[in-house]
């Protein structure tokens, strides 16, 4: 039963990506597309040279010589002379970066290179799919923890700073800082507790919503979910009744 459940989701998944392709007649140049929702679709890519239009080394990426697409949508403001696809989600021009069909802005094409699938670097910065973090430094970057996180909500380091994902934890007390493991971006230091880039005394808006929290008995209960001796926090109101958030269980 468990072989038959894996060649079925084998089968599903080679299908999708066989259905989804570029296709050139000579005449145009069209891209493919299917997904469970919508179904098939196909779409004219105008303004394309057939005769000058191939596959890049990563097929989701293809180009002409004025002109470059991912998964069918056009990379606006590539230089397709210079454009080259370095991984399934990543390519480069001698200008930038780019994830997906999005330019990484701030990045350097000619130094660009992959860390993994959602981080990447010119030497200069550390981005985050597109975002850049503006670490210290980016030869101290690494990952907090080798295992047991998710690929696109990671604890990352630059030396100085510590990130979740995009967002740097402001503490200024580096070597006092406390991440939790699988926690959605909960932190602490001898002085305050961090969800993501702000105090958890704060909510988004930047208005009080705890007066204190207790740093000695505080402890993470689950995914979002933290308290302390005086009683559950919601990470985005505040204090809360303990039992009624959605949280699962902390490992």
């Not at 454009?83 to 997906?100: N, R, S, T, V």
């Not at 210290?136 to 998710?150: I, L, P």
């Not at 909500?153 to 740097?168: L, P, S």
Request: glycine residues 8%.
């Amino acid at each position: 039963m468990r072989f038959r459940n894996l060649l079925v989701c084998l089968l599903l998944f080679l299908v999708t990506v066989s259905c989804n392709h570029y296709e050139n007649n000579g005449d145009s140049v069209y891209y493919k597309s299917w997904n469970e929702g919508q179904g098939s679709r196909i779409k004219t890519l105008y303004g394309v040279d057939p005769k000058k239009f191939h596959l890049l080394k990563y097929d989701r990426y293809a180009k002409d010589d004025r002109l470059v697409f991912f998964d069918g949508d056009t990379v606006q403001g590539a230089d397709a002379t210079s454009f080259e696809a370095i991984g399934e989600y990543y390519a480069k021009d001698k200008y930038h970066g780019y994830y997906g069909k999005d330019s990484i802005r701030t990045s350097r094409g000619a130094s660009f290179k992959i860390i993994d699938s959602y981080y990447s670097t010119d030497d200069n910065d550390i981005f985050y799919d597109t975002i850049p973090l503006n670490v210290v430094s980016t030869q101290k970057f690494r990952f907090v923890f080798n295992s047991g996180e998710q690929a696109w909500a990671r604890w990352t380091t630059d030396g100085k700073y510590y990130y979740y994902m995009n967002f740097r934890i402001p503490s200024y007390d580096y070597n006092n800082v406390v991440l939790y493991k699988n926690s959605g971006g909960i932190a602490r230091d001898k002085r305050w507790v961090y969800f993501l880039n702000r105090k958890l005394n704060y909510d988004d808006g930047g208005k009080l919503a705890i007066d204190t929290i207790d740093i000695p008995t505080f402890k993470v209960t689950g995914y979002l979910d933290c308290r302390d001796k005086n009683g559950c926090i919601n990470v985005f109101h505040g204090r809360e009744k303990c039992g009624v958030s959605s949280g699962r269980k902390f490992n």
